[in-house]
């Protein structure tokens, strides 16, 4: 029980960006916290090492719990560093948060963010004993309170799912994320939170790919979501995406954990639209006097179009054919011209090993690691003959045996 209870707060402290508490520097008098490879949405500083000069002034960067974080002026004269714990203006009260970014950097984030200097609010000062200490308590909550909030909402039968619990660092409020396909009437359950938890009580929905962010998880890649890692804004995915290139129009491959479709469609798009621009138009079939041969597949970055004889026929063999070669076809095409054969014309892909499709879907079925195998039966034994020496004592022993096992003569 120990052992759980260890882990379960260990897990709260990771989703603000530490494993080990914050250590306080007597010297400075502050605390910071050194932990700087578990934080979701981390940036690296390579401007580091170079003198500032920030655009917006004196702005750092402080984050929250899981992906949330914020810009606010730093107007007191001591400077802050990457991991001090800060206690910052919110509404009502004060949060307290971690330092995760200065100096020009956060100008060039802001910019990328579209975030202004106006009315950004402030940082009161390094974070005291006092003010840790009622953080620590507020992270402790979190876990208790949301198990309870689910349940009541539960209660209430309402079409929502409670995906976060965040508590402001003074304990003054609490902050609920969750998501609902529809809208959601939760006037009582508000109050039977003001009644459960003694605090301020703030309700914000999100959507399927800001609750996968928040909550974290391994994608099919075997790598942390990039959502939770380190993309920060999210692009809208259309299935054109998977068209352009090449992909398999499964839903169940190319959608997320979030049930939305992947964000990784969009990393390689720019450069498969570039690479296909001089592509020629796959819908147009080419004349042969074989017959039409329709488009089947394209390999974009090797220029490669495979190209068969049937539109629909699986089994079809698929001819490859360099996109300079069809782009040629289809304007001897337009000319009125019949190609002899595609294979002829096709000179730089010739020594190219035809492709045979084959539909292997469905052949194996998954049940047949259950079906119980028959043991094979034994074959029996037959007895061993034991070969009886001719020894002058033993013809007299036959001999009585015979007239034993010999049936009386009525």
Same mark, same amino acid.
């Given at each position: ?28 008098? !502050? ?19 170079? @003198?500032?000069?920030?655009? /917006? ?14 810009? /606010? ?18 509404? @009502? ?31 009161? !000062?390094?974070?005291? #004993? ?10 402790? +909550?979190? %876990? ?26 003074? +304990? ?7 998501? %609902? ?13 003001? &009644?459960?938890? +003694? ?74 639209? &570039?690479?296909?621009?001089?592509? #020629? ?25 495979? /190209? %068969? ?82 020894? @002058? ?18």
């Amino acid at each position: 029980m120990r052992v759980f209870i260890i882990k379960k707060m260990t897990d709260n402290y990771i989703t603000r960006g530490f494993i080990n508490k914050p250590v306080y520097n007597v010297e400075e008098g !502050r605390f910071n916290c050194q932990c700087t490879g578990c934080n979701k949405l981390n940036v690296f500083d390579w401007l580091k090492n170079i @003198p500032e000069n920030n655009l /917006y002034g004196n702005v750092v960067e402080v984050r929250f719990k899981n992906t949330r974080r914020g810009y /606010y002026i730093n107007n007191s004269e001591t400077g802050l560093c990457v991991g001090d714990v800060v206690a910052v203006e919110a509404s @009502p009260g004060h949060d307290i948060g971690i330092v995760s970014l200065t100096g020009e950097l956060v100008a060039l984030q802001m910019k990328l963010h579209s975030v202004t200097s106006e009315n950004l609010k402030k940082i009161y !000062r390094k974070a005291k #004993p006092n003010d840790v200490e009622k953080w620590y308590q507020a992270i402790d +909550k979190e %876990s208790e309170m949301m198990l309870i909030a689910r349940q009541l909402v539960t209660n209430l039968e309402l079409a929502m799912k409670i995906s976060d619990v965040e508590f402001q660092g003074d +304990k003054t409020k609490a902050t609920f994320y969750y998501t %609902s396909d529809e809208r959601v009437d939760f006037r009582q359950l508000i109050k039977d939170f003001a &009644d459960n938890f +003694k605090v301020r009580i703030e309700m914000k929905q999100i959507g399927a790919r800001q609750e996968a962010g928040k909550i974290g998880g391994i994608g099919v890649c075997g790598r942390e979501l990039c959502c939770s890692s380190w993309l920060s804004t999210f692009m809208s995915v259309s299935t054109n995406a998977a068209r352009c290139q090449e992909v398999s129009l499964n839903p169940q491959k190319l959608a997320g954990q979030c049930g939305k479709l992947k964000c990784c469609l969009n990393h390689e798009l720019k450069c498969y639209i &570039d690479a296909r621009t001089d592509f #020629p138009n796959t819908s147009i079939p080419l004349e042969t006097e074989r017959g039409r041969a329709y488009h089947n597949k394209t390999d974009v970055y090797r220029r490669i179009i495979w /190209y %068969s004889f049937e539109e629909n026929n699986e089994n079809e063999t698929l001819i490859p054919l360099d996109v300079d070669v069809v782009k040629e076809i289809i304007r001897l095409n337009k000319q009125g011209i019949t190609v002899k054969d595609l294979e002829a014309s096709n000179e730089q892909h010739a020594k190219e090993p035809l492709v045979i499709y084959k539909n292997a879907v469905g052949e194996d079925s998954i049940n047949r690691f259950e079906e119980k195998r028959k043991r094979k039966r034994k074959p029996k034994k037959q007895p061993d003959t034991v070969a009886v020496e001719n020894k @002058p004592g033993n013809e007299q022993k036959r001999s009585r045996n015979r007239k034993k096992n010999k049936p009386e003569s009525k």
